[in-house]
């Protein structure tokens, strides 16, 4: 039947596990849709079942199913006239429909902003919700609605917190999180922020060039990956920038980097500090990585951040030990008799002669900034 109405088989795969089976089948239709159809089963019995639908090359709808055939959810894609994506509409049953931006407008010119004397910080990750508006009043704007960030994703000025290269339907948020952090540790700061060129990590040498020309003077990066090739672009810019500090993620993989090594947390750049996370008492987390290369440890683990939509959650790992070390290096370069920032390698330098050996004998890690220090240099209570 299927192929009278047009449909064919074009790829199926079987996953056995111990104690479940998933069979996933992909169809095409002869007007260029496709269907893919997921269905996970234990024993002899349907548990969930998935299907998505394709049209003209662009994911439209998703739909899960239990195993006694009731629809759990239903999420569609919407474009606009160009074909470019612009929302998720996520219809749980029984729920009020919830639609997620994937490249909303920004809010007007907040009437309060951050002093231009502030340094000033570029954030390079998914993006982040710049319609809170918390946040917006660390923006540069350029005028009454434009601020200065940048999509390498998207190639437009609008880095809106969503990553969507796990699944279109179920995009993840990472980079209002870690700039929650660093508005917690009470640094004074404006914000240049980027959202990373996943598709094409060839344009993070342009997203340092970037940064560079609207005046960073640090960059916090939580994030990397095992590819060499993907950063060949990143290191060589950020050679031609030695008045930044460059701060970077260890990961949370329980690796020690020595032998299996994270880009760019490995690296030879004498202006850049990699962080790892710990507990309060500078013990490390089995997830976190460690080595020679690590240079801080930072207490990052069951903390409270808000994300988009100020929406609330526990987050734990190396990407938030970097803002607290970037808002530590901020209020370490305003108390500072001496100016330190605009020389990336004297700037790092200075933040890791500020702090202490690890706690307990503690292997991992260089040097230890406590929640307690944070505090006192940014002068919270």
Same mark, same amino acid.
């Given at each position: 039947m299927g192929q009278q109405l047009g449909w064919h088989l074009i790829d199926h795969n079987v996953l056995e596990q111990p104690h479940f089976s998933r069979f996933s089948f992909r169809y095409k239709h002869t007007d260029a849709g496709e269907i893919g159809i997921n269905v996970m089963v234990t024993g002899k019995i349907l548990r969930i079942l998935h299907i998505t639908v394709i049209k003209q090359q662009r994911p439209r709808s998703f739909t899960a199913i239990s195993g006694n055939c009731n629809v759990l959810e239903t999420r569609q894609i919407t474009y606009d006239d160009n074909g470019t994506p612009i929302a998720v509409l996520m219809m749980p049953?029984? =729920? +009020? *429909?919830?639609? =997620?931006? @994937?490249?909303?407008?920004?809010l007007p010119r907040p009437d309060q902003e951050k002093s231009a004397n502030d340094l000033i910080i570029g954030h390079i990750d998914s993006g982040i919700d710049y319609r809170r508006a918390d946040f917006a009043s660390f923006l540069i704007y350029q005028d009454k609605t434009n601020f200065k960030g940048r999509d390498f994703w998207d190639n437009d000025p609008l880095p809106y917190d969503t990553d969507t290269g796990r699944n279109p339907f179920f995009p993840q948020s990472h980079g209002s999180h870690v700039l929650d952090i660093l508005k917690q540790t009470g640094a004074n700061f404006r914000l240049l922020p980027v959202r990373y060129p996943r598709p094409d990590m060839? @344009? *993070?040498? +342009?997203?340092?060039?970037? @940064?560079?020309?609207?005046?960073?003077?640090l960059v916090m990066m939580p994030l990397g990956s095992q590819s060499r090739d993907d950063w060949t672009a990143f290191f060589e810019a950020a050679r031609q920038h030695p008045e930044i500090l460059f701060i970077f993620s260890a990961g949370n993989?329980?690796?020690? @980097?020595?032998?299996?090594?994270?880009?760019?947390?490995v690296?030879?750049?004498?202006?850049?500090?990699?962080?790892?996370?710990t507990f309060a008492d500078g013990r490390l987390p089995a997830e976190s990585n460690f080595g020679q290369v690590v240079d801080i440890g930072v207490p990052a683990e069951a903390m409270n951040a808000t994300g988009i939509d100020y929406e609330q959650k526990r987050v734990s790992g190396s990407s938030f030990g970097v803002p607290k070390l970037a808002g530590f290096a901020l209020c370490l370069a305003n108390a500072g008799p001496t100016k330190i920032a605009g020389n990336g390698a004297r700037w790092a330098a200075s933040v890791k002669s500020a702090l202490v050996s690890p706690p307990l004998d503690i292997a991992g890690y260089d040097v230890f900034l406590s929640d307690t220090q944070l505090r006192q240099i940014c002068q919270l209570p």
């Open positions: 049953t029984g =729920r +009020a *429909m919830i639609t =997620r931006p @994937l490249n909303p407008p920004a060839n @344009l *993070m040498g +342009a997203a340092i060039h970037w @940064l560079a020309t609207n005046g960073a003077q993989n329980g690796l020690d @980097l020595a032998d299996t090594a994270i880009y760019p947390a690296n030879d750049l004498p202006h850049a500090l990699t962080v790892t996370s």
